[in-house]
């Protein structure tokens, strides 16, 4: 990179981090796996950031870049490599609510993973249908009956009681 290039993309990535780390943990529902995340996304911006430094919106572009990552991370033969059957460490304790955070988590964590990907696009980042679709690639259509199934598969693991009860907290 050159005429300053290098110096943006290091200044737009040390500022996003934070919220790229988070949509990637709301995906994964693991740290390290987030991260390893992140590092692809933003290597892979590093690589396009000539391009993606023109985009209307530079957050929608690297947040798709991110996503579209994930949906396809399970295509890669060292996705279904594992060292641990489970986190070595403890994940971090949050004050207020943890015992629902981590049902929700745990049920969203059992959702397919495109499902997922609509679930938290639509709900934590609060994207239209078609937001989501540009994102994604797909049509509206896929995207809400990857909402609905999605939705369906969470009131079935959580119990409609449960469901309701976490639909009144948001």
């Given at each position: 990179?050159r005429d300053?290039?290098?110096?943006e ?69 060292w996705a ?13 304790v ?21 499902q ?9 980042y ?23 199934r ?15 009860d ?5």
């Amino acid at each position: 990179m050159r005429d300053g290039s290098e110096a943006e993309y290091t200044e737009y990535v040390t500022a996003r981090i934070p919220v790229l780390r988070r949509l990637a943990y709301v995906l994964t529902g693991d740290g390290h796996r987030a991260d390893d995340l992140v590092q692809q996304t933003i290597t892979t911006l590093y690589v396009k950031w000539h391009r993606a430094q023109h985009a209307d919106n530079l957050d929608a572009y690297v947040r798709t870049m991110l996503v579209r990552t994930y949906v396809d991370e399970r295509r890669l033969a060292w996705a279904r490599v594992r060292l641990f059957r489970e986190t070595p460490e403890p994940p971090p304790v949050q004050a207020g609510g943890v015992e629902d955070r981590h049902v929700l988590r745990q049920a969203l964590h059992r959702v397919p993973r495109r499902q997922r990907a609509v679930l938290v696009l639509r709900f934590f980042y609060d994207l239209s249908v078609e937001e989501v679709a540009a994102m994604l690639g797909c049509s509206t259509g896929t995207v809400k009956s990857q909402t609905s199934r999605g939705l369906a598969t969470l009131r079935r693991l959580l119990g409609e009681r449960a469901f309701a009860d976490f639909s009144a907290m948001g």
